[in-house]
């Protein structure tokens, strides 16, 4: 595939063909593979209802770029234009989530990448001593998500798990939890212990990525990666971006057979049997088990407390989407992973 001449290109559409669409929809980003008419290929991508965000997210690469992550970018084109668009370099490949749950990516070289993307981070973090208190650019996607999580668990998830199992809305909320390995508080409790967590504004902020999981990591057939989709980089909590490189068994999840909700009169019982892939099983317990180490790092004695806040939150926002799934099996999984991080 030829290559992008960047001395030559021109910012302009006219003439370019469209290829491919690799991706759109639930953020109203449209991303497609052009075909220029010299017959090189680029990646446009365009935000038509919220413009705003393609320039917040030309900012963010930007800052980025400057802080020393070029190698492990896409090349950008179009950075200092006004247009409502970027264009980048197209760089072949496969996004890691889905090369795991296809078994495309071995386990080695998934365990390779995640150790390269936490070296990553320390560097990036390592510059400068942060920021403290409420800043420019200040970035919590949990934060700006929990609202709408509450309302679709309270709204949508609550009914559907009743009708399923046949318990009242009540005892699902109110009722503490037994899984196959531990008693933990009821939802409603966790509910509110995740609202008090989030209503609690980070000390100290650093500069990061903010989504690097697996779905914005692509790899190359070589087996060469690079993080993409920048929107969310800003000044952030290290700790919720480190809780974003590790939440990897949710997604990497192929199958759920006999979940199953049980009320036996003081606790409500789950009971499931999920099939994960081991790549993916490893690399969530080896990115934890690095909390420690990031937490001296960066001088910060709450770092590991506030990653299991982080990954409770993450668990409850799936729990929030499993009827987008068409699949409460999901609901009854997400749940039980939150007894992990209590």
Sequence with gaps: MQQLDRSAFLPILDGHEVVQILRGGMSGSRITLNRTPEGAFLVHKQNPHEPHKIHAEKQAAKQLLARGLSHRMPAYFNLD??????????????????????????????????????????????????????????????????????????NDILPALSNEWGISQDRLLTTPITTPHQVIPSLGEILNDTRRFMDTAPSLLRFTHGDATGANILVTPEGDWRLIDCEWSGYADPAEAFVRMAKWVTSAVSAIDDAHIQDDGTHLSLSLRAYIPHAALDLQEYVLSQAKTFGALLSDEGFEQRVKGYMRGSYLREMALSLKRGDMRYAVFALHMIGAYL
């Design 81 to 154: 234009s006004e247009s409502d668009d970027i264009l980048m370099e197209y760089i072949p490949g496969i996004d890691m989530r889905k090369g795991i749950a296809q078994g495309e990516i071995t386990q080695d070289t998934a365990q390779r990448i995640i150790r390269e993307l936490l070296d990553t981070k320390r560097a990036l973090w390592s510059i400068g001593e942060g920021r403290r208190g409420q800043v420019d650019g200040y970035v919590s996607m949990q934060r700006e998500e929990y609202p709408d999580t509450i309302q679709k668990i309270m």
